[in-house]
């Protein structure tokens, strides 16, 4: 197995710290939403996990968790399922919390005694509920090895594998020049074929070197749910993939018209980032083979899923809240490539852009239960 070092992406590639109005903690409410969604087959994956015969320790990583109210949602559904089945003797657990170098570690590890009183609380109080609950962190990127061999036995991760280890060097000429998608800053319906097949080939090769290094670390039975954005059509290019990178592609172009961003500047720029068909998501676990497919479901919130339930779904709010969110997760790497001045202005025209539209998608994510095959 190869893996996949980038020294540039895990530097540039982070969630706006923090908890201000700009941050991601701030605006994750779609990624809770997925979360939220997704809790049927997480809870029936630990369910099946405390079935079989349990060690006395067990070890659990959330691979990307990020940081602010969504880092520990995890842990806490895990948690009480474990409670609920194993209540009478209750394994210690030991928690992995992974993501970039960058992540905004220190807030997640300030709210983690909080965290456990409230957990105890929501199960019934007592020290059964966490009998022993370590956590620790580990940076790094999970294209490639974080943990020793047979080590976890359960892995979970969250609106976080649609991020490529790194942008397709097809993109790029022998010089380091953007040549093949000129004025985009990711897949789009006018980009030529080679685009679309050097983000799904950075895909593949990404994909399956997550599967085989967590192959190396999980236990025969081991279980793994991940939820992550895809597609469910064929299409490369369908609005529900490609409207709000469109949308700021076309923020980019006007700040070019004027004179905030050089031209070849913006050709230079294009995103990791990919949603797989949720075909060829099979095709790669069946061909890598170290996991079998439990449950593959799909999640779509509507095109106001970005807001709070309960609040208005006026398009002037959604695009206000879809700017924010957009921004909490790309300003890293706008502001390494382009600098901080032109944030501002982009997301300015951005929400312009979208307001002036009519058109609505829905925002759709897979998900997908994974069992370890025996070794």
């Known amino acids: 197995m190869e893996e996949i070092q980038n020294l540039e992406t895990p530097r540039i590639l982070r969630m706006n710290h923090g908890i201000g109005d700009q941050s991601y903690a701030t605006n994750s409410i779609s990624q809770r939403k997925y979360q939220s969604g997704s809790r049927p087959l997480l809870h029936r994956a630990v369910a099946a996990l405390c079935a079989a015969d349990l060690p006395s320790a067990i070890a659990v990583a959330d691979l990307g968790c990020s940081s602010g109210p969504n880092a520990l949602f995890a842990l806490s559904e895990i948690v009480g399922v474990i409670h609920r089945r194993c209540c009478g003797d209750p394994p210690e657990l030991m928690v992995f919390l992974n993501d970039l170098v960058e992540n905004d570690f220190n807030s997640v590890f300030r709210g983690l005694s909080k965290f456990c009183e409230n957990l105890k609380e929501k199960n019934g109080g007592g020290s059964s509920v966490l009998r022993e609950c370590f956590?620790?962190?580990?940076?790094g990127s999970f294209y490639g090895r974080l943990f020793p061999f047979k080590s976890l036995h359960f892995v979970h991760?969250?609106?976080?594998?649609?991020?490529?280890?790194?942008?397709?060097?097809?993109?790029?000429?022998?010089?380091?020049?953007?040549?093949?998608?000129?004025?985009?800053?990711?897949?789009?319906?006018?980009?030529?074929?080679?685009?679309?097949?050097?983000?799904?080939?950075?895909?593949?090769?990404?994909?399956?070197?997550?599967?085989?290094?967590?192959?190396?670390?999980?236990?025969?039975?081991?279980?793994?749910?991940?939820?992550?954005?895809?597609r469910r059509?064929?299409?490369?290019?369908?609005?529900?993939?490609?409207?709000?990178?469109?949308?700021?592609?076309?923020a980019f172009q006007a700040l070019v018209h004027q004179g905030l961003i050089e031209e070849e500047k913006l050709d230079n720029y294009n995103t990791p980032y990919y949603e797989p068909y949720m075909e060829d998501v099979k095709k790669e676990i069946?061909?890598?083979?170290?996991?079998?497919?439990?449950?593959?479901?799909?999640?779509?919130?509507?095109?106001?899923?970005?807001?709070?339930?309960?609040?208005?779904?006026?398009?002037?709010?959604?695009?206000?809240?879809?700017?924010?969110?957009?921004q909490a997760v790309n300003e890293s790497m706008i502001r390494s490539h382009f600098g901080g001045e032109i944030i501002e202005p982009l997301f300015k025209r951005f929400r312009e852009i979208m307001e002036a539209d009519t058109k609505e998608v829905e925002h759709v994510s897979l998900v997908v239960s994974l069992v370890r095959k025996e070794l």
């Not at 956590?135 to 940076?139: L, M, T």
């Open 286 to 326: 069946e061909k890598e083979g170290s996991f079998k497919i439990e449950n593959l479901e799909i999640i779509a919130l509507p095109w106001d899923g970005v807001n709070k339930d309960g609040e208005s779904c006026e398009r002037s709010k959604t695009t206000q809240q879809m700017a924010k969110a957009i």
């Open 135 to 139: 956590v620790a962190g580990v940076p």
């Open 233 to 250: 059509q064929p299409d490369p290019c369908p609005d529900e993939t490609c409207l709000l990178w469109d949308y700021l592609g076309l």
């Open 157 to 230: 991760s969250s609106s976080s594998l649609h991020w490529l280890s790194q942008v397709p060097r097809e993109l790029m000429n022998e010089k380091g020049k953007g040549i093949r998608n000129k004025g985009k800053i990711f897949i789009s319906k006018t980009s030529p074929s080679e685009v679309i097949e050097a983000y799904y080939g950075q895909f593949k090769k990404d994909f399956n070197c997550f599967l085989e290094s967590r192959s190396k670390e999980v236990v025969s039975g081991g279980r793994m749910v991940l939820t992550f954005r895809g």
